[in-house]
C-alpha cells in the first residue's frame, strides 16, 4: 500500500506540478482497483490504482472520448509510465443510492433519477458517435454470446446450487432462444452494462458516471433495466414506469425521432430478466462460493425483486422449462432457504458483544450463566496504533476504520467471524435463548477489537434485528458508556 501512495505523490509531483498534501485510500470495491483521494492546495483528485493495464487503458480511451462530446464523466489527468495509475476528477462521496437512502423515495430523488436517465440516453446516443469498440474490454457487443454468458453465469453460480432437478437440454435450448430474440433489437449504441445508482455520483446536484470500463456496444434497454430494477434501490412499481417513460422521452430527444415503444418495452422486460439472473449469479458466486456474507444477505431481496418480475411483467417469448424453473426458485421455500431468522419485540435473546485488552484487562467475565460464547484474537491484524497519528483514536474514528479496512485483513477476518458467529445466532433465536456474547481482544483494546466489535454488533443488527449490547472494556475506563440496540 505504501508503495502505491509514494508512486501517486511522484505522479503529483511529476505530472501536475504540485506537491499532494494527503493521500486518502477509500473503501475497496468488488474489483481488485484500489481508489485514493489526493489531497493538493486548492483541488482534489481521484487516484485510481490497478494491474490490469488494459482495463485502464479501456476506461481512459471512454473518458476521453466521451468528456470530448461533453458527457458527464471524469476528466483524466495524467497517467503513470507503466500505466497502472491515473488521476481522474473528483466527483465527491455522495452516489445516487446514498442519496436515495438518505432522502427515501420522495420526489426529489426520483427527479435526480429521471435527470441521471437522461444523461445515459446522451451517453449511450452520443457516447456511441465516433467510438471505437476495439477499445472495449472484453466482447465489442452485448450479442447472442455475452447474453448467453450471462444466463449460464445465473446457472452455474445459482441454479446449480440448489440441486434442484432440470432438462438441462431443454433450458439450453430456451436460453438460446431467449438470446436470439434480445439479439435483433431496434437500437444498439453504447452499453454502460453496469448502470446503477452506486455508479452514478452526485455533485452539486448533477449526475456524472464513473466505472464504465466494462462497456460495449448493445442494446439501450439493458441500462436503463440495471437502474430502474437495481434490488437495492427498492423502487415502487409506480417509480419504475414513471422513470422508464421518462427514459424513453429522453431517448426520444436525443435520437430526434419517435422510438416504437411497444417493441422498445417488450424488449426492455427481457433485458430486466437478463439483468436480474445476472445479479443473482453474482450474488451466488460472491456469497455461496466465496462465502461473503454481505452478498448472502442480498439474495432473499434479488429474489423477491425477481418473483414481483414474473408475477406482474410478460415478455414476447416462450420458453418453457426456464420459466418452470425460475418459477421454483423465487417460491417462498427457496427464498426462506436465504432469508435470515429475524428477531422481534417479543424475542428474548440479546447479544453482548465486548472489546478487551490482553495487556491490561485479559478476558472478560462471562454474561451467562451458561459462560458460554466466543473470544477472537484480533492480535494478528496490523495494528493502527503504531502509527502516531492513530494514537490518541480509536476503533470509532473514521481514520483508524479506513486504515483497517483498506490497509489490513480485517475484513477477511469479519468475514469469517461472521459465518461462525451467524450459526450461534440463528441456533439462539430458534431456541429462544436469551443471550450471547461475543468478545473481541487486541493489545490495548482499542483500535482492533473496538472495530470488530462495532462491526460485528452493525452486522447482528442489520441482519436480525437482535438487541446487542456494546461493551468496550478498556474504553468505558475513559468515559465510554456502554451502547444498546
Known amino acids: 500500500m505504501q508503495k502505491i501512495i509514494d508512486a501517486i505523490e511522484q505522479l503529483v509531483k511529476e505530472r501536475l506540478q504540485m506537491e499532494a498534501t ?13 481508489y485514493f483521494r489526493v489531497l493538493t492546495p486548492g483541488q482534489s483528485y481521484m487516484a485510481t490504482w490497478g494491474l490490469n493495464v488494459k482495463e485502464n487503458q479501456t476506461f481512459i480511451y471512454f473518458s476521453n472520448h466521451f468528456k470530448s462530446k461533453d458527457l458527464p464523466v471524469p476528466k483524466i489527468y495524467c497517467l ?21 437512502e438518505k432522502l427515501g423515495h420522495v420526489e426529489e430523488a426520483k427527479q435526480l433519477f429521471k435527470d441521471s436517465l437522461y444523461q445515459l440516453a446522451r451517453l449511450q446516443v452520443q457516447g456511441h458517435e465516433g467510438l471505437d469498440y476495439s477499445h472495449c474490454l472484453t466482447a465489442k457487443e452485448f450479442g447472442k454470446q455475452a447474453i448467453t454468458s450471462d444466463l449460464l453465469y445465473f446457472k452455474y453460480y445459482f441454479l446449480d446450487t440448489l440441486k434442484t432437478p432440470y432438462d438441462k437440454q431443454t433450458m439450453l435450448e430456451d436460453f438460446d432462444a ?20 452506486r455508479n452514478v455520483m452526485l455533485k452539486n446536484d448533477k449526475p456524472y458516471f464513473i466505472d464504465y470500463q466494462g462497456g460495449m456496444k448493445g442494446a439501450p434497454q439493458y441500462d436503463a433495466a440495471s437502474m430502474i430494477w437495481q434490488a437495492r434501490a427498492e423502487l415502487s412499481d409506480d417509480w419504475k414506469k ?35 439472473l445476472q445479479v443473482l449469479g453474482a450474488y451466488g458466486f460472491r456469497g455461496l462460493f466465496e462465502r461473503k456474507a454481505q452478498f448472502l444477505t442480498s439474495i432473499p431481496l434479488a429474489l423477491r425483486n425477481l418473483k414481483w418480475f414474473l408475477e406482474n411483467r410478460t415478455m414476447g417469448i416462450n420458453t418453457p422449462e426456464f420459466k ?41 467475565a462471562p454474561e451467562s450463566d451458561n459462560g458460554g460464547g466466543y473470544v477472537f484474537d484480533c492480535r494478528g491484524i496490523l495494528n493502527p496504533g503504531r502509527i502516531e497519528a492513530y494514537k490518541t483514536q480509536t476503533g470509532r474514528d473514521k481514520d483508524v476504520i479506513d486504515y ?28 429462544s435463548f436469551e443471550t450471547l456474547t461475543i468478545n473481541f481482544g487486541c493489545t490495548g483494546g482499542q483500535h482492533r477489537s473496538v472495530y470488530a466489535a462495532e462491526q460485528t454488533a452493525r452486522h447482528l443488527r442489520n441482519k436480525y434485528k437482535v438487541r446487542t449490547v456494546v461493551n468496550h472494556i478498556e474504553q468505558e475506563k475513559k468515559g465510554w458508556v456502554n451502547e444498546r440496540y
Open 178 to 197: 431467449l438470446a436470439n430474440y434480445l439479439t435483433h433489437t431496434e437500437f444498439k449504441f453504447f452499453m454502460f452494462r453496469d448502470f446503477q445508482s
Open 22 to 34: 494527503d493521500i486518502i485510500p477509500l473503501q475497496q470495491s468488488g474489483s481488485d482497483r484500489r
Open 80 to 100: 503513470s509510465e507503466d500505466e497502472t495509475i491515473y488521476l481522474q476528477e473528483d466527483f465527491g462521496d455522495e452516489s445516487l443510492l446514498t442519496r436515495l
Open 404 to 431: 483497517l479496512e483498506q490497509n489490513t485483513k480485517m475484513p477477511d477476518f469479519l468475514n469469517n467471524v461472521f459465518n461462525i458467529v451467524d450459526i450461534s445466532v440463528e441456533d439462539y433465536l430458534k431456541r
Open 242 to 276: 414513471d422513470l422508464l417513460d421518462a427514459y424513453m422521452d429522453g431517448l426520444d430527444e436525443v435520437l430526434g425521432q419517435k422510438i416504437d415503444r411497444y417493441t422498445f418495452v417488450g424488449q426492455y422486460y427481457g433485458y430486466v430478466l437478463i439483468r436480474l
Open 324 to 364: 418452470r424453473m425460475l418459477q421454483h426458485i423465487v417460491s417462498d421455500e427457496v427464498i426462506a432457504q436465504f432469508e435470515p431468522q429475524q428477531a422481534t419485540a417479543a424475542t428474548p435473546l440479546t447479544v453482548h458483544l465486548n472489546s478487551f485488552s490482553y495487556l491490561k484487562t485479559g478476558y472478560p
